[in-house]
Nanobody
């Protein structure tokens, strides 16, 4: 059974940073493309980053380009999202999900297995 568990969220001041983790069980990270999404209160879920199955291709949303970094550790079957220079508008529940492909469009319908998410709150 494919499962994903996120962790690493918390309360951070503006310009701060966090490292979010997405641990997979029931599959190997190389089996799927992995995407990170976030959902702010009252807003639709949006994609922020994704990596292809091979890990060679990574896309970022324009709003986080240069501030967020996606990486993965195949030995730990974990995908990370380093979030830096955080802004209040980055607040939301961050979730990871699996897909067959990683595209810049971050179409939610292309993603099937989802984790429960981890809360990131950026506030002074």
């Amino acid at each position: 059974q494919v499962q994903l568990v996120e962790s690493g969220g918390g309360l951070v001041q503006p310009e701060g940073s966090l490292r979010l983790s997405c641990v997979g069980t029931g599959f190997t990270v190389g089996d799927y493309a992995i995407g990170w999404f976030r959902q702010a209160p009252g807003k639709e879920r949006e994609g922020v980053a994704c990596t292809s199955r091979s890990g060679e291709t990574i896309f970022y949303a324009d709003s986080v380009q240069g501030r967020f970094t996606l990486s993965r550790d195949t030995a730990k079957n974990t995908v990370y999202l380093q979030v830096a220079r955080l802004k209040p508008e980055d607040t939301g529940v961050y979730s990871c999900a699996t897909s067959s492909t990683c595209w810049r469009s971050f179409k939610i319908r292309d993603y099937n297995h989802w984790g429960q998410g981890t809360q990131v709150t950026v506030s002074s």
